[in-house]
């Protein structure tokens, strides 16, 4: 799968490369020269058409000796937004305008943790506009155009120290790069510097490695400065919106899709449901009624067997009352509550021999006399205590 295309524009020279991912190669690498903006235009459409490959987008960057930079070190109390306007508005005082408009741009980039730099770059704007209408023509859209300084370190093996020097037949270009990116890039007379170790797939051009840097670290990094005219940021801008006008758009059309779709869902689900409950009805209401039904039967089986249970212990109650009271003495009434109380009424010769006798009965306890004892005749002319007892049935 191939990227996007790396372009480099250098005095007289357009290089391009066409990087593949996977694995990480260089797919096709080409050249061409150029002495006028009109030609440079054209190279730049040769190019796109020899790489034999359909490609959408370009990456383009601007070669050292096709810009003019400034560096402030260290760099003036500026916020993040109003950079690009404090260069704009300097460009006449920073740069060499030779008789052509100036396209700049700037940020500010930190050197280390305490320090800040100013990085500003200058380009003419015929030259840009030029490199637009070739990429227009060629059928390329432009994700970028910046200095190829910002993207040169991508391209050598990390050596972790702070300058770069790439050569070339005429001169040197030395790079200071910081924690946020290239800094700083001068030029010097002086040539013959060795080559820094390029990364592998760049390494596989041999000796034109140096030559086609720029355009192969392009076509996997985005230079941190911007050298787009005003119109051409302007539309890109323009193009943003209207993306996400679409993607908004989109959106809101499918919520109006889904929407009815999922309450047409719901009714549908409703539908079936209340069928289902009239189809299973009359087997609901059965299976109720036989739950209910066999509810009431255990209801009355417990029951049953609580009487039952209940009418053992109170024989046996009664079998020990009447084992415990003499023949002289008689029961008129014998009667258990539910809280396990029992109440009896009858005559005897003593109630309080009664008591004493009903109180060695195992399962009573708390046996006393229940109010106050009367006599009265009884048959034979005897005369007999009629008593009132209450007792509790011991649980255990």
Not at 58 to 78: C, G, K, N, S
Not at 247 to 253: F, G, I, T
């Amino acid at each position: 799968m191939s990227g996007p295309l790396g372009l480099s524009v250098g005095h007289a020279h357009v290089r391009a490369v066409l990087r593949a991912r996977n694995p990480d190669r260089i797919e096709w690498a080409g050249a061409a020269e150029w002495e006028t903006v009109e030609e440079l235009s054209d190279a730049i459409g040769r190019l796109a058409a020899d790489t034999g490959r359909p490609v959408r987008s370009v990456r383009v960057v601007l070669e050292r000796d096709m810009i003019q930079t400034r560096t402030i070190d260290p760099a003036p109390r500026l916020r993040k937004r109003a950079v690009r306007s404090y260069v704009a508005l300097e460009a006449l005082r920073l740069f060499r305008k030779n008789g052509s408009p100036l396209v700049t741009d700037a940020q500010i980039v930190a050197v280390d943790r305490s320090r800040r730099a100013l990085w500003a770059v200058a380009v003419s704007e015929p030259v840009v506009q030029a490199v637009l209408r070739g990429c227009s023509a060629a059928g390329l859209s432009v994700e970028g155009i910046g200095p190829a300084a910002d993207v040169l370190p991508f391209a050598v093996e990390s050596n972790g120290g702070s300058e770069l020097v790439f050569s070339n037949s005429s001169s040197t270009e030395v790079l200071n790069v910081g924690q946020g990116g290239t800094w700083r890039s001068r030029l010097t007379p002086t040539s013959g510097v060795a080559p820094p170790a390029w990364v592998d797939p760049l390494a596989s051009l041999g000796a034109e490695a140096g030559h086609f840097a720029s355009a192969f670290a392009a076509t996997s990094h985005a230079t941190g400065l911007s050298l787009l005219p005003a119109d051409a940021r302007a539309a890109h801008t323009l193009v943003r919106r209207r993306r996400v006008v679409r993607l908004v758009v989109l959106a809101a059309v499918l919520w109006c899709v889904a929407a009815p779709t999922y309450a047409l869902r719901l009714r549908a689900s409703a539908v079936a449901a209340q069928h289902e409950i009239v189809a299973t009805k009359a087997s609901v209401d059965s299976a109720i009624a036989e739950r209910r039904d066999l509810t009431a039967g255990r209801t009355t089986l417990s029951a049953f067997m609580g009487a039952e249970g209940r009418r053992s212990r109170e024989l046996a109650l009664v079998a020990a009352i009447s084992q415990a009271l003499r023949d002289s003495s008689y029961l008129v009434s014998l009667r258990v509550s539910q809280d396990s109380v029992v109440r009896l009424t009858g005559y005897g010769p003593s109630a309080v021999r009664v008591v004493a006798r009903l109180a060695h009965v195992a399962v009573l306890r708390d046996v006393r006399l229940e109010g106050p004892v009367t006599k009265e005749q009884g048959a034979g002319n005897r005369e007999l205590e009629k008593f009132a007892i209450v007792a509790r049935v011991d649980p255990r």
